[in-house]
């Protein structure tokens, strides 16, 4: 008689899962997906950076006004020297505010940082010069049909269109003289909506 060995099951078999405790939250304490965090993580980190290069910047703005200021009320600077670093200084000052609308803007209004180019290009057209730069960001969105922030899932449709209330018929006087006279009544048309309450 020939000797049967059993070969080991070579299926895997799908490890149990333990059921998942629940999570027990704390007053003021949210449960959001890892996903959901990640993304609010990474957010908080470029609003940071964007924070301190804006800092940074409107730290070096001061100096610079500061410091033209300063070249103003010397009168001992001769006057080609003045000339020549007051327009260096308020070149670099205005290279700065514009860094410093860009960085608003893109804060503000996050889809106009994939399209800048074309952005730029509106505001140079004739038509749109002397638009401050969140007009020309509003008005570009409006005619590129952009949106600002995209649709957040879970958020519900209005569903209640725009239904007016069918009339009850009744004046104020005669619903007073409901209300005095057979209470019962007029509370019943009042639940069913057929009087309103003013």
């Known amino acids: 008689m020939a000797e049967v060995i059993e070969k080991p099951d070579t299926h895997t078999k799908p490890a149990v899962e333990e059921p998942k405790t629940p999570v027990v939250l704390g007053e003021g304490e949210v449960a959001i997906k890892k996903a959901d965090l990640d993304d609010l993580t990474s957010r908080a980190e470029v609003s940071s950076q964007n924070f301190e290069r804006l800092k940074k910047e409107q730290e070096r703005r001061e100096e610079l006004e500061a410091e033209l200021q300063t070249l103003k009320a ?3 600077v001769p006057s080609g020297f003045e000339d020549e670093r007051v327009g260096a200084i308020q070149a670099e000052l205005a290279d ?4 410093q609308a860009k960085t608003e803007v893109i804060e503000q209004f996050p889809v106009l940082k994939e399209v800048w180019s074309d952005f730029e290009a509106f505001r140079a057209d004739p038509e749109n010069k002397g638009m401050g730069i969140k007009a020309a960001a509003k008005a570009f969105m409006a005619e590129k049909e952009l949106k600002n922030t995209p649709r957040r899932d879970g958020l519900e449709n209005p569903t209640g269109g725009d239904r007016t209330p069918v009339a009850s018929g009744m004046t104020p006087d005669e619903a007073k003289k409901l209300r005095e006279t057979d ?3 007029y ?3 009042v639940r069913k909506g057929q009087i309103k309450v003013a």
């Open 183 to 185: 209470y019962k009544k």
């Open 96 to 99: 700065i505010k514009a860094k």
């Open 74 to 76: 010397d009168n001992n």
């Open 187 to 189: 509370s019943e048309m």
